[in-house]
């Protein structure tokens, strides 16, 4: 990559707290939307079934346009394919408050997650270009700031519908104030672009070699994380028989541990290097997946959960990293990883509810963990070194942190 020279350690300070505000501003756009789920399926007259449906097309939107971002990013530059993809995303809220009916939901919602799925490209490739440039980890706690934005959306959403406000016009306000805020954010970034005689990426493309085994790591956290965003709240109800209260204790707690784990990650992969990170968070969240399936109490049950988050916190984070540094088009590589990130998104929920009602929650939270198993046995493939000099400019420019 090339662009700007004036890479001073007070400019690329800068940088790094103007990705960061892309982070945020992107995670409250997620946050605003979950909240107003029920708005938008009371206006569209939906039943739970078809909302599900629906609720299926922002992965698949995802997933399909992803690739994209690469040629975007090539094309524009890092700073000015950042600039429109984030627009796009912020402004895409706007949409499914609008849809009158399943049809056009369905369709809201694919385009809701394709801007989605292309910024989040876009601001990842970038994060990891501004982490090779200061020489330290900093794409966990990048993530812990899409939880916070994603956290403060929830809170104005929720003060929305407690209000009884239109969806349309809370997510009108929120759209454009979040697009003027990623706007301004999007200035501060590097503008980076890539060398003039580098070949464009495809349209449309698979995920290179590269990418597969590290998308299979972030397979396993995201499995993780949905499986106990969605079930936790049930298993406490429905397995330990606790109070709806504290059912709904254990999602909050979860996420507050998501982002309270990414957040500090930085230090501790600085301290021992990604895959010593990866590895003893594989050891947590498959110690907390143990205390689920073999002890009944509700305390249990709410340390397990609390460990699965510590433990797969920065995975997807360092996943993203190290597909940035497997080969010679890291944007592409990113597209690849998010793609079967989300993939496992998409599937978690559904899978676990299915091994749910063929055997038993204990054993879908069993399958649980053993993918957190699998991320002890898989860190390795975070060991990725850069192939070009213009990813990272080479192994001497890649933090210490990350050459575990």
Same mark, same amino acid.
């Given at each position: 990559?090339?662009?700007?020279?004036?890479?001073?350690?007070?400019?690329?300070?800068?940088?790094?707290?103007? *990705?960061?505000?892309?982070?945020?501003?992107?995670?409250?756009?997620?946050?605003?939307?979950?909240?107003?789920?029920?708005?938008?399926?009371?206006?569209?007259?939906?039943?739970?079934?078809?909302?599900?449906?629906? =609720?299926?097309?922002?992965?698949?939107?995802?997933?399909?346009?992803?690739?994209?971002?690469?040629? *975007?990013?090539?094309?524009?530059?890092?700073?000015?394919?950042?600039?429109?993809?984030?627009?796009?995303?912020?402004?895409?809220?706007?949409?499914?408050?609008? &849809?009158?009916?399943?049809?056009?939901?369905?369709?809201?919602?694919?385009?809701?997650?394709?801007?989605?799925?292309?910024?989040?490209?876009?601001?990842?490739?970038?994060?990891? $270009?501004?982490?090779?440039?200061? %020489?330290?980890?900093?794409?966990?706690?990048?993530?812990?700031?899409?939880?916070?934005?994603?956290?403060?959306?929830? &809170?104005?959403?929720?003060?929305?519908?407690?209000?009884?406000?239109?969806?349309?016009?809370?997510?009108?306000?929120?759209?454009?104030?979040?697009?003027?805020?990623?706007?301004?954010?999007?200035?501060?970034? =590097?503008?980076?672009?890539? !060398?003039?005689? &580098?070949?464009?990426?495809?349209?449309?493309?698979?995920?290179? %070699?590269?990418?597969?085994? *590290?998308?299979?790591?972030?397979?396993?956290?995201?499995?993780? $994380?949905?499986?106990?965003?969605?079930?936790?709240?049930?298993?406490?109800?429905?397995?330990?028989?606790?109070?709806?209260?504290?059912?709904?204790?254990?999602?909050?707690?979860?996420?507050?541990?998501?982002?309270?784990?990414?957040?500090?990650?930085?230090?501790?992969?600085?301290? @021992?290097?990604?895959?010593?990170?990866?590895?003893?968070?594989?050891?947590?969240?498959?110690?907390?997946?143990?205390?689920?399936?073999?002890?009944?109490?509700?305390?249990?049950?709410?340390?397990?959960?609390? =460990?699965?988050?510590?433990?797969?916190?920065?995975?997807?984070?360092?996943? @993203?990293?190290?597909?940035?540094?497997?080969?010679?088009?890291?944007?592409?590589?990113?597209?690849?990883?998010?793609? *079967?990130?989300?993939?496992?998104?998409?599937?978690?929920?559904?899978?676990?509810?299915?091994?749910?009602?063929?055997?038993?929650?204990?054993?879908?939270?069993? =399958?649980?963990?053993?993918?957190?198993?699998?991320?002890?046995?898989?860190?390795?493939?975070?060991?990725?070194?850069?192939?070009?000099?213009?990813?990272?400019?080479?192994?001497? !420019?890649?933090?210490?942190?990350?050459?575990?």
């Amino acid at each position: 990559m090339t662009g700007e020279t004036d890479l001073s350690p007070a400019r690329l300070r800068h940088a790094r707290f103007a *990705i960061a505000a892309v982070f945020c501003a992107h995670g409250a756009v997620t946050g605003s939307f979950a909240t107003r789920i029920p708005w938008i399926q009371d206006h569209a007259q939906l039943s739970a079934g078809t909302l599900g449906l629906a =609720l299926a097309f922002p992965a698949l939107g995802a997933a399909l346009m992803m690739p994209l971002a690469g040629r *975007i990013n090539h094309r524009l530059g890092a700073r000015a394919a950042l600039r429109v993809l984030l627009a796009l995303w912020t402004l895409s809220l706007l949409l499914p408050s609008l &849809a009158p009916n399943l049809v056009t939901l369905c369709f809201a919602l694919f385009v809701f997650g394709a801007t989605a799925g292309m910024a989040d490209v876009a601001m990842n490739a970038l994060g990891v $270009e501004t982490e090779n440039r200061l %020489k330290r980890s900093i794409m966990s706690s990048l993530h812990g700031m899409w939880s916070v934005g994603a956290l403060i959306g929830s &809170a104005a959403g929720t003060l929305a519908a407690h209000t009884g406000a239109d969806a349309r016009l809370h997510h009108l306000i929120a759209a454009l104030a979040l697009t003027a805020a990623g706007l301004v954010a999007v200035r501060g970034v =590097l503008d980076l672009r890539t !060398d003039t005689d &580098a070949e464009a990426p495809p349209h449309f493309a698979l995920p290179p %070699k590269s990418a597969l085994f *590290i998308g299979a790591i972030g397979f396993c956290a995201v499995f993780a $994380e949905g499986a106990s965003m969605d079930w936790s709240a049930v298993y406490l109800r429905d397995v330990l028989g606790t109070d709806a209260g504290l059912a709904a204790a254990s999602t909050t707690a979860f996420a507050l541990t998501m982002a309270l784990a990414r957040l500090s990650g930085d230090k501790v992969v600085d301290r @021992f290097g990604a895959v010593r990170t990866v590895r003893a968070g594989g050891v947590l969240a498959t110690a907390g997946g143990l205390l689920l399936v073999t002890v009944r109490h509700p305390a249990a049950a709410l340390a397990g959960f609390g =460990l699965i988050g510590l433990g797969i916190a920065v995975v997807v984070p360092l996943a @993203f990293a190290a597909a940035a540094r497997s080969g010679p088009a890291p944007a592409q590589a990113i597209a690849g990883v998010a793609t *079967i990130t989300y993939t496992s998104g998409l599937i978690a929920p559904s899978a676990i509810g299915a091994v749910a009602d063929a055997t038993s929650l204990v054993v879908s939270f069993g =399958l649980v963990t053993l993918l957190a198993f699998a991320l002890i046995l898989g860190a390795t493939v975070l060991r990725q070194r850069p192939v070009t000099a213009g990813s990272a400019a080479a192994d001497r !420019d890649e933090p210490a942190a990350l050459r575990p």
